[in-house]
């Protein structure tokens, strides 16, 4: 079993993505969020222990729900909240908003809007990691819907042929918007590794230690140049599709049979039976939430972007010659 | 006439045009069972059944490529992309496959299938979600192009593509699904290629389609308190487009501006402004004035992206440059 202060900070990442997202979908119902929202809240596990078994160095390419990407990969909550309220000082200057909350100074490619369009990204990284003797690997994270995206069969070709140090992470939770997994595709993530030759494992998408723990299995292969790999978690979700989304289409089972799996309460559960108490979890809240008012307050008082620099920032400036 | 919305009218002339012809087949994502992701399929599955109104997974690529060899193959697919930004995953299938199969195969087939897709910003869906991409299909021999602007046409432009013989990217704007307008009780087709004058003036002609259509009304409405009288084309379709009704709304106004959405570079106002050139330089007493989307991505915030997408401020202060004297 993990030692409590590793699934201690385990627990402050995942407690800090599900608390900023409640803070955004407060912020959305308020007005201060424009656009489409879509939240991972009941996911945060797989981000958190993927996220725990990666470098600095090492790139994720992300989804449409892809704030736990990015706060687990350590984009700082001043750039996050902002570029999600539309301001300048955030991460993307206000350009992209949720669905494509980006940092590549820390690997994190970028959210996306496009539905299997981070695997072709995140194959392209694994590539650069290898022709430059990088010892970093890439990780596309991926919505079961992608499965049935051409994209992802090319990539788990292309992968394959190259050896490339690449992860394919799935997070099966079972619905692409407003359909169940079992309607859109035919075959199995597990069979389709075997079909390529690519080592496989499922996890636990609610247990972050197991899933950390399937990630290092995973991750460390492919960091030493053994090829690609797939690590398929089952995770809730417990939310609409995107916030707003009334789920007629959802039975209230299937609801609370998601809400039932809760990542934050099993590690609290097990942090307890560690000898963590109630007190010290209530610290690590009470700082999360004092961190996310922090931001929220500094991007409500962030100007707002810059029309003529955004019209200029279309093309980036070539390089000089030396 | 009843008033009927926009998404409503597109839901009548799918079930019109099912109900007549039992080879008109259905298929997109979340279309059948949750009645489309912007509802305009409500209720279909449950008329016409599963084997004509299917669900399809997350497969763009499948879904155009499957309509143009069901086309072949004798059904009369219309087919649904959730955002025109995605039809970039169709571009194979329309473009070197529909597209081309009547004149490649020395016209022994055709292809009549249609792919709805709606474009547009306004909902701060950021540059993925956003974008209004129907010159590129415009540009494309073998392809036709259809962007109603009202419930009318939207119902008689997709009962006309979908007797089309021909591959038809049916374009409709996210911003327009709420908005009403009359729809007879019995509505016709729509003849593709047919533009209508939606406004009389004798000063100056703006020629548009789609969601701009009525900012173009708006304008036209400022600029008459002005004492500027401004006639309002709607092309209705851009490829084909309706060159003889912009050709004799010029010749009388002797002013043009063409307003889209869509960025103008490589766009349709450059299309038709270089056809009024060509061939009717000598009527203009203005060069032709083109409205469109700043040339950028579609931004998130919304400072910006109302910044970057042009409205009836734009169109009417075009019409205004226009009408200054030389
Ligand atoms: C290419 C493409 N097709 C369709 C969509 C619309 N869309 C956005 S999310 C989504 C469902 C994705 O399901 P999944 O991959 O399982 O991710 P989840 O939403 O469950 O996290 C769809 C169809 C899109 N964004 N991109
Ligand atoms: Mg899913």
Request: some cysteine.
């Amino acid at each position: 079993m993990t030692q409590a202060p590793l699934l201690l900070e385990l627990y402050r990442r995942m407690a800090t993505i599900r608390r900023a997202e409640e803070r955004l979908s407060k912020l959305f119902a308020d007005g201060e969020v424009p656009g489409f929202l879509h939240l991972s809240i009941g996911q945060e596990a797989v981000p958190v222990g993927v996220c725990a078994a990666l470098e600095r160095g090492d790139t994720v390419a992300s989804t449409h729900r892809g704030h736990g990407h990015a706060l687990a990969k350590g984009m700082a909550l001043e750039g996050f909240f902002a570029e999600i309220m539309g301001r300048a000082s955030g991460v993307c200057a206000g350009r992209g908003g949720s669905i494509h909350v980006a940092d590549m100074s820390i690997g994190m490619l970028g959210a996306n809007g496009i539905v299997g369009g981070g695997l072709p990204l995140a194959t392209g990284s694994a590539l650069a990691h290898q022709v430059k003797g990088r010892p970093n690997v890439a990780v596309a994270f991926f919505g079961d819907g992608a499965m049935a995206e051409g994209a992802l069969h090319e990539c788990l070709n292309l992968a394959r042929l190259w050896q490339l140090p690449l992860v394919f992470v799935c997070e099966n939770n079972g619905w692409g918007e407003f359909s169940p997994h079992e309607r859109q595709f035919a075959a199995k993530l597990a069979a389709l590794g075997a079909a390529f030759a690519i080592p496989y494992e499922e996890a636990d998408g609610t247990d972050v230690e197991a899933v950390a723990a399937a990630a290092r299995r995973r991750v460390e292969p492919a960091r030493r140049g053994e090829g690609p790999q797939i690590l398929e978690c089952r995770t809730p979700r417990w939310r609409g599709h995107y916030e707003g989304d009334p789920q007629k289409y959802r039975e209230p089972s299937n609801l609370d049979a998601a809400r039932g799996q809760d990542a934050l309460a099993l590690a609290a559960a097990r942090l307890a039976a560690q000898g963590v108490d109630a007190e010290a979890l209530g610290a690590i809240e009470r700082a999360i939430t004092e961190r996310i008012e922090a931001a929220v307050a500094a991007a409500r008082a962030a100007a707002e972007p810059d029309f003529a620099a955004a019209v200029a920032g279309v093309y980036a400036e070539a390089r000089a010659h030396a | 006439m009843p008033e009927t919305r926009y998404s409503a009218a597109i839901n009548r002339a799918l079930a019109d045009a099912m109900a007549a012809d039992e080879s008109v087949v259905l298929f997109g994502e979340d279309v059948a069972a949750p009645g489309g992701p912007f509802a305009v399929t409500r209720g279909l599955l449950a008329k016409f059944g599963p084997l004509r109104v299917r669900d399809t997974p997350i497969s763009e690529a499948a879904i155009a490529g499957a309509a143009a060899g069901a086309a072949l193959s004798g059904l009369r697919p219309v087919v649904e992309i959730m955002f025109m930004d995605f039809m970039t995953f169709t571009m194979d299938a329309l473009v070197n496959q529909a597209a081309k199969a009547h004149f490649m195969f020395g016209g022994q087939c055709s292809v009549p299938m249609v792919v709805r897709a709606p474009h547009g910003g306004g909902l701060n869906a950021g540059p993925q979600h956003s974008q209004c991409l129907e010159a590129w299909f415009a540009h494309v021999p073998g392809l036709k192009v259809v962007v109603p602007g009202n419930p009318a046409d939207a119902y008689g432009l997709l009962r006309a593509a979908i007797d089309d013989p021909n591959p038809v990217v049916f374009v409709e704007h996210k911003g327009l699904y709420g908005s009403k307008g009359e729809l007879p009780e019995s509505p016709a087709p729509v003849a593709i290629g047919a533009a209508r004058i939606a406004r009389a003036g004798r000063d100056a002609t703006v020629v548009t389609y789609g969601a701009a259509v009525a900012w173009s009304l708006r304008a036209a409405d400022a600029l008459a308190r002005e004492g500027i009288e401004t006639e309002v084309v709607d092309l209705r379709s851009v490829q084909p487009w309706d060159e003889a009704t912009v050709l004799e709304s010029v010749g009388r106004t002797r002013r043009l501006a063409i307003a889209h959405e869509a960025v103008s570079a490589f766009g349709v106002g450059a299309e038709i402004a270089a056809c009024v050139s060509a061939k009717a330089f000598g009527r203009l007493a203005a060069p032709v004035a083109r409205v469109g989307a700043a040339f950028m991505p579609v931004p998130f915030a919304r400072s910006l992206e109302r910044a970057c997408l042009p409205g009836e401020t734009e169109i009417a202060a075009a019409v205004r440059r226009l009408m200054a004297p030389a």
